[in-house]
C-alpha cells in the first residue's frame, strides 16, 4: 500500500501562483510513477499531469501546458504541481496519484492509489 498526502491548496486571484506537494509513504517511493488530476464540481475527474518515477519524463494536460510543473524529490518521497498563471477554470480539487511503473501515466483508471485531495480556488 502507498499512502498519499497532498497540501497547499488555497485561495489565489487569477494570475497568482501555488504549489502543491504530495507526500508518499509506504512503499519505495522510486518504484512509483506519479500523477495530479483534478475534478471540479459537476465534472469528470481530469489529467493534469504525470512524471515517471525517476522524474525524467513528464507530460501535460494541454490545458496546463506552459503553465504547470510536476517534479518530484526521491529523497523526500515527495511530489509537487507548481502552478503559475493560474485562471478561475483551474478552479478544483487536486489529487495526487501513484502507480507501478517506468513510465509515465496519464489515464485516471491506470492509477492504483490516490490522495484525499487539496482544494484550488481561483478568484477572477
Known amino acids: 500500500q502507498v499512502q498519499l498526502v497532498e497540501s497547499g491548496g488555497g485561495l489565489v486571484q487569477a494570475g497568482g501562483s501555488l504549489r502543491l506537494s504530495c507526500a508518499a509513504s509506504?512503499?519505495?517511493?522510486?518504484?512509483?510513477?506519479m500523477g495530479w488530476f483534478r475534478q471540479a464540481p459537476g465534472k469528470e475527474r481530469e489529467f493534469a499531469a504525470a512524471i515517471s518515477r525517476s522524474g525524467g519524463g513528464t507530460t501535460y494536460a494541454d490545458s496546463v501546458k506552459g503553465r504547470f510543473t510536476i517534479s518530484r524529490d526521491n529523497a523526500k518521497n515527495t511530489v509537487y504541481l507548481q502552478m503559475n498563471s493560474l485562471k478561475p477554470e483551474d478552479t478544483a480539487a487536486y489529487y495526487c496519484?501513484?502507480?507501478?511503473?517506468?513510465?509515465?501515466?496519464?489515464?485516471?483508471?491506470?492509477?492504483?492509489?490516490w490522495g484525499q485531495g487539496t482544494q484550488v480556488t481561483v478568484s477572477s
Open positions: 496519484a501513484a502507480r507501478g511503473g517506468s513510465h509515465y501515466y496519464t489515464g485516471r483508471y491506470d492509477y492504483n492509489y
Open positions: 509506504g512503499r519505495t517511493f522510486t518504484n512509483y510513477a
